[in-house]
């Protein structure tokens, strides 16, 4: 299994993780699986055009440049990099009420069009398709 292939699985199980603790209430859970979703997903896009980062920030900022700003994906999906990123650290890392569920909802319907698009430019339609 190529790099991609394993990351592109790895958002799929993180969407699917964020979806089951969205339903049982546990939302900052849910806020952080939702970015690593997108994460997951912008990593195997790099991955699969040779790239790999060590960092979060280095991975947006990979993603901005080698996808957005080259026209492959549309801008909205950098914006849902960069906003599941920010819903992350406020979930796991400041003291404040937990995550809004309408935010939460909206983080989860962005993160599954973001792994979506990463699918579509990978080839690859879901978990059967090769």
């Known amino acids: 299994m190529s790099p991609d292939e394993a990351f592109i699985n790895r958002a799929r199980d ?3 993780e964020a979806r089951i603790l969205m339903e049982a209430n546990h939302y900052d859970g849910a806020a952080s699986r939702c970015y690593y979703a997108v994460f997951y997903a912008a990593s195997a896009l790099l991955g699969s055009i040779g790239l ?3 960092t979060h920030r280095a991975v947006i900022a990979a993603f901005g440049k080698e996808f957005v700003h080259s026209g492959k994906v ?3 999906h950098h914006r849902t990099l960069i906003d599941t990123y920010d819903l ?3 979930a796991d890392y400041t003291a404040r009420p937990p995550t809004d569920p309408e935010d939460l909802r909206e983080a989860y ?3 599954a069009a973001f792994v979506s698009m990463a699918e579509q430019q990978l080839g690859r339609q879901g978990p059967d398709k090769k």
């Open 109 to 111: 319907a962005a993160a």
């Open 88 to 90: 992350r650290q406020r």
């Open 52 to 54: 790999d980062f060590a």
């Open 14 to 16: 993180a969407l699917d």
């Open 74 to 76: 549309d801008a909205k």
